[in-house]
């Protein structure tokens, strides 16, 4: 029987799972950047980012089969996709050696570099020619920062806003590949190393009916905005991202 604070957290939790949601159904990325913060309020760190597991793999999993140029986004960018695969693995090894504070202090730094450079008049464009061989690095990066923190997407939002003519949804199907990339083999890494136990896997996955109900919500705020003012929310929470890493890096 659950007491009064137990109600409490399982209450708040559900709110950050719905947050996560709402953001994800509206951007197509966000889901851990808003919803661990959230619950490390009023749990450890590690369970909160070991609770993430299934409700991401539902949400991209859900996002991908839904999003518009799906086939285009699998062509293009999986090269990205096999990167992301080798340094998801690294980095769930490293989370069980390492101290992961200087890591997310120096990427976070970044992060918040970057959003601001691209929200200036100097923003980063990768050519044609380039595309590629930076989606192999940012990939990279992208699963190792991931394994060791759950916060894959950073990386592959640089990667993906630096891309010119990328609109909302070439985006948003390109994001939800590419993640299917990180939160599948990282959930099952979790499961094979026994940090997602049996107990987590109950809790990580009654998560997924608020995240749902939330991406359905913000699914609908995403059809009414325009790509202009979405790239510039997409550089809001890559601020979020890079402040919360620091947060972590800081607490």
Not at 55 to 84: D, E, G, H, M, Y
Not at 85 to 101: F, W
Not at 197 to 202: K, Q, S, V
Request: with cysteine; aromatic share 10%.
């Amino acid at each position: 029987m659950l007491n009064e604070i137990d109600l409490q957290i399982v209450a708040w939790c559900t709110f950050a799972f719905l947050c996560g949601g709402l953001i994800k159904g509206a951007l197509g990325v966000g889901t851990p950047l808003l919803t661990v913060p959230l619950m490390v309020l009023v749990l450890p760190v590690q369970t909160a980012v070991v609770l993430m597991a299934l409700p991401v793999v539902f949400a991209n999993v859900w996002q991908a089969f839904q999003a518009k140029q799906i086939s285009s986004a699998v062509s293009r960018f999986w090269p990205s996709f096999l990167a992301i695969l080798v340094g998801t693995y690294a980095g769930v090894v490293i989370l069980s050696n390492i101290d992961e504070r200087s890591l997310l202090l120096a990427v976070g730094l970044l992060v918040i570099a970057f959003a601001v450079l691209q929200g200036s008049a100097y923003k980063l464009h990768l050519s044609k020619a380039f595309e590629k061989p930076a989606g192999l690095v940012f990939g990279l990066a992208s699963g190792v920062i991931g394994g060791l923190s759950s916060m894959f997407g950073p990386m592959l939002i640089i990667y993906l806003v630096s891309i010119p003519g990328l609109g909302k949804e070439r985006f948003v199907a390109s994001i939800s590949f590419l993640y299917l990339a990180c939160v599948i083999p990282w959930t099952l890494i979790l499961l094979w190393f026994e940090i997602l136990d049996g107990r987590l896997a109950i809790l990580s996955a009654a998560g997924i009916l608020p995240v749902g109900l939330g991406m359905a919500l913000g699914a609908k705020v995403r059809e009414r905005v325009s790509d202009q003012r979405f790239h510039r929310l997409v550089l809001v929470v890559l601020m979020v991202s890079g402040g919360t890493m620091l947060w972590r890096a800081l607490g």
